[in-house]
């Protein structure tokens, strides 16, 4: 079974301009969570998507948007791009909400922001 | 203070060394705990997950649960140098906001030489 992809891998953009990553979640999987890593920060909470719905919100401003399609593809797109959200962003899938729900990680985008 | 605390190393050990990792947390909410290891440049990959208190083994790895002081370790036996990444602890509640998302520690990056 294929495991969570993420595209695209690598991405370099300028301050103000805006950005949209892409996550493909493993078959079968209907929760979609995303995460910014930062070596300041660690791992941190963006928000989790269920049925299409936003279930779950960290703590980031208002640029920071996705949304999830009724594949469960899910997108997350960064507005007005500042130099602190050069990060690795990680999607990560599960069955469903659970917490006997493993989330399992793909290998991110890494985001550059000039 | 952060809901997860977790010593960001770096760990340096010989080759067939234990090693002992650890995090401790605040939120009583949390009843399932994880340790993931993440190599550079790569996601985070589930390497061990519990759910009660007590030790649960798996080949080199242990991962052990102290709910009533609220702490989590992570023993690797025999460490080898394929061991060498950076082990992040992560946690999740049953209900309410932690339902979703990880809590995750800082991470602690190891480093096993021959």
């Known amino acids: 079974k294929a495991g969570v992809t993420q595209t695209p891998r690598y991405l370099i953009k300028t301050r103000g301009q805006q950005v949209t990553l892409s996550c493909s979640p493993i078959?079968?999987?209907?929760?979609v969570s995303w995460y910014q890593q930062t070596p300041g920060q660690g791992l941190q909470f963006l928000f989790e998507?269920?049925?299409?719905?936003?279930?779950n919100k960290g703590n980031f401003p208002g640029r920071f948007s996705g949304r999830q399609f009724s594949n469960s593809r899910s997108e997350m797109n960064v507005s007005t791009l500042e130099l602190g959200d050069s990060a690795l962003y990680l999607c990560?899938?599960?069955?469903?909400?659970?917490?006997?729900?493993?989330?399992?990680f793909g290998p991110g985008t890494r985001l550059t922001v000039l | 203070q952060k809901e997860v605390e977790q010593d960001p190393g770096p760990l340096s050990v010989p080759e067939g060394a234990i090693v002992s990792l650890n995090c401790t947390y605040s939120n009583s909410a949390f009843q399932y705990f994880m340790w993931y290891r993440q190599y550079s440049r790569k996601g985070p990959e589930l390497l061990m997950y519990t759910y009660s208190s007590g030790n649960k083994e798996d080949g080199r790895f242990t991962a052990q649960v102290d709910k009533s002081s609220k702490y989590i370790s992570l023993f690797i036996r025999d460490s080898q140098p394929s061991d060498s990444a950076t082990y992040l602890c992560?946690?999740?509640?049953?209900?309410?906001?932690?339902?979703?998302?990880?809590?995750f520690g800082r991470g602690t990056q190891l480093t096993v030489w021959p």
């Open positions: 992560a946690m999740r509640g049953g209900g309410g906001s932690t339902l979703g998302r990880l809590y």
């Open positions: 998507y269920f049925s299409e719905t936003q279930r």
């Open positions: 990560a899938s599960s069955l469903g909400r659970s917490g006997t729900d493993t989330q399992y």
């Open positions: 078959s079968g999987h209907r929760s």
